[in-house]
């Protein structure tokens, strides 16, 4: 908390300055606000995201606009079958001086190297690629040659995924899944939303950015979301939201059992709370409620709980058994 402020204050500062980077993200994207809170939610948790939607709805704009509205270095990676973990991480080269002729390995930076990183259809490559990222996601540092070098925070991994052509893909296997804060799916704009998108981006009309936010006051932000108390109640009441995800537990609901063959972990229950601390500061709260932990129910569980067969053949999707759990407990 800022020294000489009182929570209040301290609350509506981080309000004011989440408020401010939306509006500017806005100048650029149209619509998406609940993705956009999402987003901020999760990078001010020190998370990181996965997006899914179809091709053209401009998730890497509104990626790349997010960075620059926050004043941080970008990188996007397209991800390839053929893409090789070192084109990732980075790669050695030998470097002779031009006074002495002597030679030397150099390690030459790659594009994981930024604070914010787009892995583009990150299931197009194969998992030994995907790890060396993954690696970056849950260390802060990569490995080369075995050297270890760290990585330049805040460190922001946002991946996409298109969910619609699956072929020649390699999908995430859960555990990997497990390290993405937020499963986020970005649907189709509305009617008067695409109006106003095919308006503006066939205009001349040129959007300057202003950027509001440095890399150290992100990172103040950052401690600030985890000084946030949470009531008994809250933390009760987020652990039993993902302990009901069990089949085969103790006090999982019959439905549960029925329809699902995996549940989600603990670190389900730890981004509910963190990033139910980051909801509360973006209201102008110093205190997580029930409803912050039931907002960020879907995206933190998503994909964090495997349906059975019978779920798939009676039409029971992971969101609704989701919100099937939250009604369960109330």
């Not at 690629?129 to 075995?146: C, D, F, I, N, S």
Request: charged content about 25%; aromatic content about 8%.
């Amino acid at each position: 908390m800022a020294e000489g402020k009182n929570t209040v204050e301290t609350a509506k500062e981080f309000t004011n300055v989440f408020n401010q980077v939306k509006a500017e993200i806005g100048k650029v994207v149209v619509g998406q606000e609940k993705i956009i809170n999402l987003l901020l939610i999760s990078l001010f948790s020190r998370g990181h995201c996965v997006l899914i939607g179809v091709p053209g709805l401009a998730k890497t704009l509104l990626i790349r606009t997010l960075s620059d509205t926050l004043g941080l270095s970008f990188n996007r990676i397209q991800f390839t079958p053929d893409l090789m973990p070192g084109d990732i991480t980075g790669t050695e080269i030998i470097e002779e001086e031009k006074n002495t002729g002597k030679k030397a390995f150099k390690f030459v930076k790659g594009p994981i190297f930024a604070n914010i990183v787009l892995a583009d259809e990150i299931n197009r490559t194969p998992p030994k690629t995907q790890a060396a990222l993954l690696e970056g996601m849950q260390e802060y540092h990569v490995t080369a040659a075995g050297q270890t070098y760290s990585l330049d925070k805040p460190f922001f991994v946002l991946a996409t995924q298109n969910p619609i052509e699956q072929e020649g893909t390699y999908p995430l296997p859960e555990a990997q899944l497990d390290r993405f804060m937020f499963n986020i799916w970005v649907d189709y704009p509305s009617f008067e939303e695409e109006k106003l998108i095919v308006s503006e981006t066939t205009s001349d009309k040129d959007v300057q950015l202003n950027s509001i936010l440095n890399k150290e006051k992100i990172q103040e932000l950052q401690s600030l979301v985890r000084k946030v108390p949470v009531p008994d109640s809250v933390l009760d009441y987020a652990v039993k939201l993902v302990s009901a995800t069990r089949p085969n537990t103790d006090n999982t609901p019959d439905f549960v059992n029925k329809y699902m063959s995996w549940g989600a972990g603990p670190r389900a229950s730890q981004y509910l709370i963190i990033g139910g601390k980051a909801r509360a500061l973006s209201e102008g709260r110093f205190n997580v409620t029930l409803e912050d932990i039931n907002a960020l129910a879907v995206p933190v569980l998503r994909h964090r709980i495997v349906n059975n067969y019978a779920a798939e053949a009676e039409g029971y999707s992971t969101v609704k058994l989701i919100e099937m759990i939250i009604d369960h407990l109330k």
